[in-house]
């Protein structure tokens, strides 16, 4: 168990629908990043934040978003869904000054 | 930009096999360089790290030995299990403080028959 949660662990959504992916880091993390991970693409950064803001950007789709609260969790909004979206969507979080990062479990968004 | 190449899988070993799998990288500066894992559905594990030239990774009997002059960072395990099964993936941090997004390799699938 890494510390970090995600939820929902499954969610199965139609096309052109939105939803919403919940991060919480480990205790005391401040950074967290979002990455996606597709048969295709592999495992793709799409955006990081640290306490609270906006830090680095990867390959982040203009539909989708994220923000990360006070509490230090962090959702990613993922609007207008095509089937291409169908993916693992993974959270991980670091502490400050650190190199590696912590994993949580996966989100795996199928869209119809 | 910075990218990882690691060997395509899938890899099948015999229980008690040695394990390499290749893995070198291109970067701009002077990257940290990792070892994940993942289980069937799961999410990764950090296996191993290294953050400076010649440094070695270890962690459960793997080994990674960051090679500056090859830019390379093989895994290796001598003596495999079939709990080991399992997709690697290697990974490079270029920045440090407060960011250092993760870029990876495409993962390669190890599959150790009893």
């Known amino acids: 168990d890494s510390g970090v949660t995600q939820t929902p662990k499954h969610l199965i959504t139609a096309t052109g629908q939105r939803v919403t992916l919940r991060c919480s880091p480990r205790?005391?993390?401040?950074?967290v990043y979002w990455y996606q991970q597709s048969l295709d693409q592999g495992l793709q950064f799409l955006i990081q934040?640290?306490?609270?803001?906006?830090?680095a950007k990867g390959n982040i789709l203009e539909r989708f978003s994220a923000q990360q609260f006070p509490d230090l969790h962090s959702e990613l909004n993922l609007s207008s869904l095509e089937l291409g979206d169908s993916a693992l969507y993974f959270c991980?979080?670091?502490?400050?000054?650190?190199?590696?990062?912590?994993f949580g479990p996966g989100t795996r968004l199928t869209v119809t | 930009g910075d990218s990882v190449t690691q060997m395509e899988g899938p890899v099948t070993l015999s229980e008690e096999a040695f394990l390499t799998i290749n893995c070198t990288y291109t970067?701009?500066?002077?990257?940290?360089l990792f070892w994940y894992v993942q289980y069937p559905g799961e999410g990764l594990q950090l296996l191993l790290k290294a953050t400076k030239a010649d440094d070695k990774g270890s962690n459960k009997g793997f080994e990674a030995t960051y090679r500056k002059e090859t830019t390379s960072f093989h895994l290796e395990k001598g003596s495999v299990q079939v709990s080991d099964s399992a997709v690697y993936f290697c990974a490079l941090s270029d920045y440090g403080g407060s960011q250092g997004n993760l870029i990876f390799g495409k993962g390669t699938k190890l599959s150790v028959k009893p």
């Open positions: 205790s005391g993390d401040l950074s």
């Open positions: 970067a701009t500066g002077y990257p940290s």
């Open positions: 934040y640290y306490n609270g803001e906006e830090r």
């Open positions: 991980a979080s670091s502490q400050a000054g650190e190199y590696e990062q912590y």
